[in-house]
């Protein structure tokens, strides 16, 4: 019974180096760190996509443009109406006081609009990258809190003068402790940040094929 409680995980961390304890406090804060970016992209990019639907039913509905537009104000909270509002708004400055269109409106309106999707773009995005590093990096991070490890316990085993497999294994047992939390935390940033990515590509591909809708309404508007 004792046997079993001095290989437990705790005991394993206790008993390593100071080292190799600051590698594994480092990786169990790089996947604590990890998984509050997952879930902070999971509860954002779903209300992306409901807030994408209700205003896609909005837009859609058959209200007047100008109508929509004043409801939703130059400023709306939502990723849709944002992109709305900015085409909207070129919209009514290119024209004059006399109700004229000033020219290569469609242009301005266009970049009016690809501005505001860059912009949620990248708030999409933001955090990924940390998801990208850690899972890239944590093996290896891992790996060397296990090199050093064992480098330490050949160390204590020559020290000892005792190759015996009861004097060995706590020394493994610990240093590979360092590799099994960079494999915990670099598995799920891999995976998710794979997911995540297609789905911020997945979100701005809509907003992108509704901005490309909303020109030739426009368009459409300004040939007549």
């Known amino acids: 019974m004792e046997a079993a409680q001095e290989f437990t995980m705790w005991a394993l961390f206790a008993r390593a180096t100071i080292t190799v304890k600051l590698v594994m406090i480092m990786l169990i804060a790089a996947s604590i760190w990890c998984w509050a970016v997952i879930i902070d992209k999971i509860i954002q990019y779903r209300k992306a996509h409901a807030e994408a639907d209700i205003f896609d039913r909005s837009f859609w509905s ?5 109508g929509l537009f004043d409801k939703i104000g130059t400023d709306p909270d939502g990723a849709s109406q944002k992109i709305f509002a900015a085409g909207m708004l070129e919209w009514r400055r290119s024209h004059t006081q006399e109700g004229e269109l000033i020219a290569n409106a469609t242009a301005r309106i266009d970049r009016s609009m690809d501005v505001a999707i860059a912009k949620e773009a990248s708030r999409l995005q933001r955090g990924l990258p940390v998801l990208a590093t850690v899972g890239s990096t ?15 316990a050949f160390i204590e085993i020559a020290e000892a003068q005792n190759t015996n497999l009861a004097v060995v294994a706590p020394g493994i047992a610990e240093a590979l402790l360092a590799t099994g939390l960079g494999l915990l935390a670099a598995i799920p940033a891999v995976i ?18 509704f901005a490309d809708e909303f020109a030739t309404i426009l368009s459409r508007q300004l040939d007549s």
């Open 62 to 66: 058959g209200e007047p443009l100008d």
């Open 192 to 209: 998710f940040y794979n997911k995540l990515s297609a789905d911020s590509d997945r979100i701005v591909g809509g907003y992108e094929a």
């Open 138 to 152: 944590a093996p290896f991070v891992g790996l060397f809190g296990t090199v050093w490890g064992i480098m330490n």
